[in-house]
């Protein structure tokens, strides 16, 4: 209802509430087409990195062979690469039908937004990347199902069409049950009656392959490599194979559907079918005799689920379920012994958590919709008044989710090393000569300020054998160990500090980033003829364009900015600022002066780097401000449903908001 005033017209108001409403809508239309766009250009990229693979190497279920392998070659002598492009049409059309099956009610936002962000995420997912090709069962398992539970007219139409898709992959069967027992029996019956059809007509055209899929995969033999994610893969990876392997087999895989239908059911009948569609889906891939390329989706599915009471917990499952199916594992997990087994079956213990153990809210709890605001603390008018404030940088006073850090802290350092070791650099010759001349133009420079010291400083180090040990161990360890405890503690004791504190390394990171993409530069110790000892990496061969295998592990021109100095001083602040008795603040702010003299020591940056790590962490600390604006102090207002502001809350300390809000 609009105000009016005695003529009908509208009031002042009212005016401005309909134009902030268009604005709103302009905005998200807006958003809607970008997002649209970008799936576009995901898609164009896939059409051109996709190929048509040898019908002969095919080595899907049975049911797949006789159906695919004709199209396999008409596509190969008429259409080729455009085949390629034609088949992203079910992940744009799954996409689609993903959003229209989101529960009910959902907001406006979510209804324009959700169709885009969905197939976005689809192109993106490691499974699109991998399996959209002829001669894969790609996305098509997935389909038809969904088609069969959201798009079909009538019961009939839906079970035949995920008949079809446990044809293709047997273990889908699992949704059989779960459409008898939410009341769906005729579409479950014509599961049943298609999948048999179509395994004996497979079985009559295709005898020897129908064998070995479903004899030789169920009798515990197979491949069980790292692409394989089903528990059957992962007995084979762990060398459990034949009687023992299957035995175990069936008692977890029995387990599994079990738990997994049950929750499903749970699911179906309080209104959230597509997440009962998804959990079956993950229990289908877990206990599947060999998990295909596409099955991961059914993971992806379920960020439709929504886990946490509170809203800082709530992107948790969707940022790893985002991650796990759009990132190589390797990116995820350190390359560390005791981690590979879970980073080799990521796909599988996700699957596991999502069919056995998430806690998925049910539609009736309160915290469903309205889970419990996290406090913040509102803008401060104390910066430029044009530069908008970051939503993602809001000073939240209380601890972030410690799983959601992890998850983030990784991914952002994992990225970080590699375009470190992409940037340019030594991997060729004219990378070589660039670095080189930038470090003697450095080298001018220094002895122009009478600042070129590093030559002197390193050579009455080399002479002391426990100093250059000293400085050699303090390079290499402190370098990561400071900043982490650093991090932890204020994680842990300070965590309206934390926020502040981590936003500013991380823009730094990414401004030091920028340095070693525009100036690459070369250190000390590789520099030709100034006669640098390298202390810690031992003689390099100038004579060798790599210089060693060192080059293929690490970028040796990223040196301008210093991180080592940068990310020390990084401590040095943020100590001397939250540390609370002097001779705290001053050790914090020993240690960025002891590693300015242990990266000139060693050989591996000019004084200048450190200048430049200086500016960096300045800058950084910088854009904190601007962006989030200054430290929190206190809370005045709370995130309501949805990340809408609600009601404003009392105003607390930020010291006592924190402690009112336990870890």
């Known amino acids: 209802m609009v105000d009016t005033d005695r003529g009908g017209r509208p009031t002042g108001a009212a005016k401005a509430y309909g134009a902030t409403a268009a604005d709103g809508r302009a905005r998200l239309r807006g958003a809607r087409l970008g997002l649209w766009l970008l799936a576009a250009v995901l898609a164009v990229r896939q059409a051109a990195g996709g190929s048509l693979p040898d019908p002969a190497r095919y080595d899907g279920p049975s049911f797949g062979g006789p159906v695919l392998a004709p199209l396999t070659r008409s596509a190969e002598q008429a259409l080729g690469r455009g085949w390629t492009f034609g088949t992203l049409l079910p ?90 027992r939410t009341g769906r029996r005729r579409a479950a019956t014509a599961t049943g009656v298609t999948f048999a059809t179509a395994t004996a007509l497979a079985w009559a055209v295709l005898p020897r392959d129908s064998r070995g899929h479903r004899v030789h995969h ?72 060999a998990a295909g390329q596409h099955q991961p989706l059914w993971v992806l599915l379920t960020v439709v689920g929504r886990a946490g009471t509170r809203a800082r917990d709530r992107p948790v499952w969707p940022t790893a379920v985002v991650l796990v199916t759009t990132l190589p594992a390797t990116v995820l997990l350190p390359n560390v012994a005791f981690l590979h087994p879970v980073r080799d079956n990521a796909v599988l213990l996700a699957a596991l958590a999502a069919a056995t153990a998430v806690p998925f809210l049910s539609r009736a709890s309160p915290s469903f919709r309205a889970p419990v605001p996290t406090p913040y603390a509102p803008p401060v008018p104390a910066r430029l008044a044009f530069v908008p404030l970051l939503p993602f940088l809001r000073r939240v006073l209380v601890r972030p989710n410690l799983l959601l850090e992890l998850l983030l802290i990784r991914v952002a350092y994992a990225a970080y090393a590699r375009v470190r070791l992409a940037v340019t650099g030594g991997s060729n010759s004219a990378g070589r000569a660039r670095a080189e001349e930038h470090g003697q133009r450095i080298l001018d420079l220094e002895r122009l300020l009478h600042l070129d010291v590093e030559h002197a400083v390193n050579h009455a180090v080399v002479r002391i054998g426990w100093l250059r040990e000293s400085f050699d161990f303090y390079y290499l360890s402190f370098h990561f160990a400071v900043p982490l405890t650093v991090l932890g503690l204020l994680y842990w004791r300070r965590p309206v500090d934390y926020r502040w504190a981590r936003a500013g390394l991380g823009l730094t990171t990414l401004l030091a980033l920028a340095g070693f993409w525009l100036y690459p530069l070369a250190p000390p110790r590789l520099m030709p003829g100034l006669g640098v000892v390298d202390t810690v990496h031992g003689v390099q061969d100038f004579s060798r364009p790599d210089y060693g295998t060192l080059t293929h592990l690490t970028n040796q021109y990223a040196a301008m900015p210093s991180l080592h100095f940068g990310w020390s001083l990084w401590c040095g602040v943020v100590i001397a600022v939250v540390a609370p008795q002097p001779w705290t603040k001053a050790l914090g702010l020993l240690h960025p002066l002891l590693t300015a003299c242990a990266i000139v020591a060693t050989g591996n940056h000019w004084i200048l780097d450190a200048a430049g790590g200086a500016v960096v962490v300045g800058a950084g600390f910088g854009l904190t401000y601007l962006l989030q604006g200054p430290r929190a102090r206190t809370a005045v207002a709370a995130a309501g449903p949805d990340g809408e502001p609600s009601v404003p809350a009392k105003e607390v300390p930020a010291k006592e908001a924190a402690e009112k809000d336990p870890p």
């Not at 059309?93 to 169709?115: F, S």
């Not at 002829?134 to 079909?152: D, I, Y």
């Open 218 to 289: 169920g009798a515990g033999t197979g491949p069980g490599g790292p692409a394989d994610q089903s528990l059957h893969g992962t007995l084979l990876r762990l060398g459990l194979e034949g009687p023992p392997g299957t035995g175990l087999l069936l008692l977890l895989g029995a387990a599994v559907a079990a738990l997994a239908l049950r929750r499903a059911i749970r699911y179906a009948h309080d209104g959230q079918l597509l997440l009962a569609v998804a959990v079956t889906g993950c229990a289908a891939l877990a206990v599947s005799p």
């Open 91 to 180: 992940v744009v059309v799954l996409g689609v039908i993903a959003a229209r099956a989101l529960p009910r009610p959902v907001g406006r936002r979510t209804a324009l937004l959700a169709a885009p962000v969905a197939v976005c995420l689809l192109m993106l997912s490691l499974p699109v990347r991998g399996a959209l090709r002829l001669g894969q069962t790609g996305v098509v398992p997935v389909l038809l199902v969904l088609l069969g539970c959201f798009a079909a007219r009538g019961q009939r139409a839906g079970g035949v069409l995920i008949g079809g898709a446990a044809a293709l992959q047997p273990a889908l069967l699992l949704f059989a049950p779960l459409l008898w």
